[in-house]
């Protein structure tokens, strides 16, 4: 895939070359160039896999979506500052599943590179508490459940906060 330097000299160079036509007169030809100059921008700021990968979670297909992250092979070369945070936040809920270390980093990094929503914010706070439930770290689970309550405005999460506080109760 395109790095971010060549995606934005690709750019700029089509949109010179519609601005030539729109001054040649050729209105239809510029138009077009325009737009494929912000087709190329989009993907700037939205990375084509990461969309892909995104889509493939939604379906619930985890071996697509895990092949695209896969395929990125250095995200702080690839992608903008937002889209590494959600590229470390797919690559810790895949491994979750495998490796607890690894997805335990990986979602600390996503953290800490500042994902957008607060919904996704909330679920990767669920999933460290989880993690922190699991090696018997009970003050630090709790304090991360807290913060995904609080982060989880719509209650999408709230039966999973509510199993995992049963489960606290157990340790």
Same mark, same amino acid.
């Given at each position: 895939? @395109? %790095?971010?330097v060549? *995606?934005?000299?690709l750019t700029a160079?089509?949109f010179?070359? !519609?601005?030539?036509?729109?001054?040649?007169?050729?209105?239809?030809? =510029?138009?077009?160039?325009?737009l494929?100059? #912000? @087709?190329v @921008?989009?993907?700037?700021?939205?990375?084509?896999?990461?969309?892909? !990968?995104? +889509?493939?979670?939604?379906k619930q297909?985890?071996?697509?979506? &895990?092949? &695209?992250?896969?395929?990125?092979?250095?995200p702080?070369? %690839?992608?903008t500052? #937002?889209?590494q945070?959600? +590229?470390y936040?797919?690559k810790?809920? /895949?491994?979750?599943?495998?490796?607890?270390?690894? %997805?335990?980093?990986?979602l600390?990094?996503? @953290? %800490?590179?500042?994902? *957008?929503?607060? &919904?996704?914010?909330a679920?990767?706070?669920? &999933?460290l508490? =989880?993690?922190?439930?699991?090696?018997?770290r009970?003050?630090e689970?709790q304090?991360?459940l807290?913060e995904a309550?609080?982060?989880?405005k719509? =209650?999408?999460?709230?039966d999973q906060?509510? /199993?995992?506080? $049963? $489960?606290?109760?157990?340790?």
């Open positions: 895939m @395109l %790095s971010k060549i *995606r934005l000299v160079a089509l010179a070359y !519609a601005v030539y036509e729109f001054i040649e007169g050729h209105i239809g030809n =510029g138009i077009m160039l325009t494929l100059a #912000g @087709l @921008l989009f993907t700037y700021f939205r990375h084509e896999r990461m969309l892909l !990968a995104l +889509w493939y979670m939604r297909d985890m071996e697509k979506a &895990q092949k &695209q992250v896969d395929s990125i092979k250095t702080e070369q %690839s992608l500052k #937002g889209q945070a959600y +590229w936040y797919l810790g809920l /895949m491994e979750a599943q495998t490796n607890m270390n690894k %997805s335990e980093s990986y600390r990094k996503a @953290l %800490s590179k500042g994902l *957008r929503m607060d &919904q996704d914010k679920l990767v706070k669920l &999933q508490a =989880g993690i922190a439930m699991s090696r018997r009970k003050r689970a304090t991360l807290t309550k609080k982060l989880d719509r =209650g999408m999460l709230d906060i509510k /199993m995992f506080k $049963q $489960q606290m109760k157990r340790i």
